[in-house]
């Protein structure tokens, strides 16, 4: 995020800043961390910025116990599947370079032009899982707000997890039940489905 604000001559922030102001475009972040609007050149410069960056780093990697943990899922009876506002070719590189590719009954990313909203990705998603699973219960793990609105809108249950860019106060505010770990995030998922 520093290198799209720096293309926009701002100071850089502190990683608090960001996870309070996330948003799923970075236009839009960068605009609410300044506390204003961008122009039309702002908002292609801060991207181009942002994409330069993103494309030279590292990936980054799993946190320590992440594929033991949905080894031990799979064992138990429920399946995973990825969905990602990233372009597809680089998620499904991204999840083969991490080990876990075969761990997923699906990896969808974005094929399109990039989008603000899991909305109608997350619909097409659960369209392809039914499927493969049927009517049993989809839960969506996820680090946003984004993810909280578009998982309700596909009658989808949602289980904020506060390990993310998204500061957990802001997750909280949803009024569902936020997981610090994903092995939190896993017990609730699982608790919501045996349920459902």
């Known amino acids: 995020m520093n290198a799209a604000l720096t293309a ?5 922030v502190d ?14 972040m960068c605009a609410a961390i300044l506390g204003r609007a961008l122009t039309d050149r702002e908002r292609t410069r801060a991207s181009v910025a942002f994409q330069t960056y993103h494309s030279r780093r590292p990936p980054a990697q799993l ?15 429920c399946s995973h599947s990825v969905l990602s506002l990233s372009a597809h070719a680089f998620l499904t590189q991204h999840i083969s370079g991490l080990g876990v590719a075969s761990l997923f009954l699906r990896a969808d990313g974005r094929t399109g032009p990039s989008s603000r909203s899991k909305k109608q990705p997350l619909a097409k998603h659960v369209k392809m899982l039914r499927q493969s699973i049927g009517d049993r219960p989809i839960v969506l793990i996820g680090d946003t707000v984004d993810d909280i609105r578009a998982a309700f809108a ?3 249950h949602p ?7 998204t500061h957990p106060d802001v997750l909280r505010r949803s009024g569902v039940p936020v997981a610090e770990t994903l092995a939190e995030a896993a017990a609730l998922a699982v608790a919501h489905a045996h349920t459902a």
């Open 154 to 156: 596909n009658h989808v």
């Open 8 to 12: 926009l001559g701002a100071q850089p």
């Open 159 to 165: 289980v904020p997890y506060a390990g993310g860019l």
């Open 15 to 28: 990683l608090e800043t960001v996870r309070r102001h996330f948003a799923t475009s970075v236009p839009a």
């Open 63 to 77: 946190i320590p116990g992440t594929k033991e943990l949905l080894t031990r899922l799979i064992r138990s009876g």
